[in-house]
C-alpha cells in the first residue's frame, strides 16, 4: 500500500440465486415475510391478553444478590496472547463483540458488533419500558473500533437507535441488517455507503483496513483483514410499531475468515519431520462464528409433547452448508411460558439442540439475565442450560454461560 493513502474498508455483496419466490417471502415486492416451516405456529389474540395481564400481576422479581451472579468486569477486548483465537466478549443480552484472529502484520484482528444494544431500557423511550437488570459492563462510547455491526431483527432489544448513532459515529463500521431495515437505518444518519440490506443466504465479503502492528507506521498504513458475512434463516418476527409486524425480515449470522493464499515454493527435498511441524498460518481451518440472534426452535403449547413438536429446519442446514463453527452465540432465555413463546424463544433445551444441529464445537449463552421480558426466573436459564448440557452428554466447556464483559477465546 503507498504511503500517504487512506485505506478504507469494502464490501462486495453477493445474492442468493433462487430459481422461485423464496419460501419465507409473501409477495414479490419483500415488503411480508413468514417463517415457513411446521415448527412455528402463530399465537392467538387471546394468547398475548393472557400473557400480558399475567406478566403484569407475576413479573419476576430478580434476586437481590444478582450482580454477584452474574459478576461483571471492564472489557479487556483481546488478550494479547489470543492472537490466533476467536475473541467473543458478551456486553449483555444478545450484544457482543467479536473479533477475529489478528492476520500477519496487523494490529488486531477484523472486529464485528452483533446487536448492539447498551441503553438502560429496550424500549421506543427511555422513560418507561423494560429497565436493565445490570449496568452494561462499559459505555457505547469506550467500544473499540469495530469494522461491521449485524443485526438479527429491528426489535428494540436488538436494534437500539442511540447505541447504533454512537457507534457509527465513532468508527463508521458497515452495518448489516436483514431486508426491510434500510429506510430505519438511514433515518439514524447511516450513510447509504454503510447499510447493507440482505435476504437469507445472500452474502458479503468485507476486506477490513486493519491498523498495522508495526510500531513505525503511519496512521494511512492499515493491512487488510477479509471475512465473509452470511445472513442465514432464524424462526422470529420483527417490528418496531404495532402495524409493522412481518414487513421486515430477522435473520441469524454466520461469520467466516478469510485466510491468506500461501505463495507457491519449490518443492523442497522432502526430510522427516514431527507431527504439526512446519504447520503455520495458513494450513489451519479459516475460524467461524454463528450468531444465532434471537429465534425459536418448535412450538410447543398446553399439553403437547416437546420430543414430537416438529424442529426448525433452517439450523440443520446452516450446518450442512456452513459449519461447523467454532464458536456458536446461542439465546437461552425469554422462553416462560412455554406455551406462550416456544414458536419464537429458544429455551435452554432448545439451544442444546441448535448447537448440535449447526456443528458448533463451542457456544456462549445470551439473550437472558439482562431484561425482563417474560415469566422465567431470572437465573433459571443457565440452571436449565446446565441440566440439559449433560442430558446432551457435552462437556461444561463445550456450552458456558460467561459473564458481562467477560472475553472468551475459542
Known sequence: MSTGTRATTTVEERKAVHEKRPAHHLNDAQTRFTNPWPSFRIQSFGMFLHFFWDQAKNAPKPPADLSSR?????????????????????????????????????ARGPRILFDPVLSHRCSPVQWIGPERLLPTPCPAEDIPAVDAICISHNHYDHMDFPTLRTVYTAHAPHIFAPLGNHAHLRSIGIADTHIHILDWWDTATVTAALPSASSASTTTESVPGPFVVTCTPSQHTASRGPFDRW??????????????????????????????????????????????????????????????????????????KLGPFDLALLPIGAYA????????????????????????????????????????????????????????????????????????VA
Open 70 to 106: 452474574i459478576p461483571s468486569r471492564t472489557p479487556d477486548w483481546a488478550p494479547a496472547n489470543a492472537s490466533n483465537g476467536l475473541k467473543a466478549t458478551w456486553l449483555g443480552h444478545a450484544c457482543f463483540l467479536v473479533e477475529l484472529p489478528t492476520p500477519a502484520g496487523a
Open 247 to 320: 414487513r421486515t425480515l430477522w435473520s441469524s449470522w454466520a461469520v467466516e475468515e478469510v485466510l491468506p493464499v500461501p505463495s507457491p515454493a519449490p518443492t523442497p527435498t522432502p526430510t522427516p519431520t514431527s507431527p504439526g511441524e512446519g504447520q503455520g498460518e495458513a494450513a489451519r481451518a479459516p475460524k467461524k462464528v454463528y450468531f444465532a440472534g434471537d429465534t425459536g426452535y418448535r412450538t410447543v403449547w398446553e399439553g403437547e409433547d416437546e420430543e414430537t413438536a416438529p424442529r426448525c429446519p433452517a439450523f440443520k442446514e446452516v450446518g450442512e
Open 337 to 408: 411460558p412455554r406455551a406462550m413463546w416456544s414458536n419464537l424463544h429458544a429455551s435452554p433445551a432448545d439451544a442444546v439442540e441448535i448447537f448440535k444441529d449447526v456443528r458448533a464445537k463451542k457456544a456462549l449463552a445470551m439473550h437472558w439475565g439482562t431484561w425482563i421480558l417474560t415469566t422465567e426466573p431470572t437465573m433459571e436459564p443457565p440452571e436449565l442450560l446446565k441440566r440439559a448440557r449433560l442430558l446432551a452428554g457435552l462437556d461444561e466447556g463445550a456450552f458456558e454461560v460467561c459473564g458481562l464483559g467477560e472475553t472468551t
